[in-house]
């Protein structure tokens, strides 16, 4: 890549960092969720504080248990870390259930999260290997109470398919999916295309109710694919709490993502990671 590396003005030594809220589950493998969002935020020189929502028990191959954080626990994670450290963006993951959905609703409302502080809002659904992360309802709750507050909301195609019923294939229905989605609440909706597994480029398109812009980058010939989708909404976070605009965020999430795939390196027996550690090199 000849590209210099995307990056945002580091703290000096002693200094107090930007800080990023994720609200999100735990992944035992390391590879996704918390973990993943955590690993992208301190890479990029800002303080990551976490809401976990969900310890989930999982490896490289799957999702084989999930123990649900109680609703009030983690509004009160939430409230704890805004009141008192103060954050400039907050993203979210995996929610697992209506309760905690309901919940962040109304915390968020109280905070000013999704209007004074930027809310990037990946709709997780379900693990790169299609292991459910949240209940059947939730995904309504989701769809009703959060995407209305959302600043950027970041689904994949499967994400897609289930929030609208329309199955991407080219740039004509990604673009018709992203007017969708708009529809139902959020300012700003990234349509990711990692999905489009037969294209040489990964393209995704970002839609603000108006005009459609195209993020396109080679594809990773890799099915080390996992947290992919983490480090592109916790990298733009970042972008968003040092107070650059929508679109400069995700330009800089897009390349962060990109170099992360081309990155990702094989563990265990299923999706290994995507990984940051390349910026560890200078
Ligand atoms: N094989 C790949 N090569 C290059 N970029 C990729 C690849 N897979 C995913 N991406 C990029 O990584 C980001 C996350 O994409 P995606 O896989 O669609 O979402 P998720 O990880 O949430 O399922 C997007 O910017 C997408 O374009
Ligand atoms: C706890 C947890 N959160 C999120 C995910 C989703 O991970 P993955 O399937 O790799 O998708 P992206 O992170 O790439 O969107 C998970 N598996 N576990």
Known sequence: MSAPPPSLPLPLPGDTPVRVLTVAGSDSGGGAGMQADLRTIALLGVHGCAAVTAVTVQNTVGVSGVHEVPAATVAAQVRAVVTDIGVGAVKTGMLASSAIIEALEEVFGELGIGSRVPLVLDPVAASVGGDPLFSGSAQDTLRDRLFPLATLLTPNLDEVRLFTGIDV???????????????????????????????????????????????????????????????????????????????????????????????????????????????LLG
Do not use: I, M
Request: neutral net charge; charged residues 15%.
């Open 169 to 279: 294939v080219d740039g004509a229905s990604q673009r018709e999916a992203a007017r969708v989605l708009h529809g139902l609440g959020p300012r700003w909706v990234l349509v990711k295309g990692g999905h489009l597994r037969s294209s040489p480029v990964s393209t995704d398109v970002l839609h603000d109710g108006t005009s459609f812009t195209e993020l396109t980058a080679p594809r990773t010939p890799t099915t080390n694919d996992h947290g992919a989708g983490d480090c592109l909404g916790a990298a733009t976070a970042c972008a968003l709490a040092h107070g650059w605009s929508v679109p400069e965020a995700v330009a800089l999430g897009k390349e962060w993502a990109t170099r992360c795939v081309a990155a990702a390196y094989p563990l265990g027996a299923g999706h290994g990671p995507v990984s940051p550690l390349w910026r």
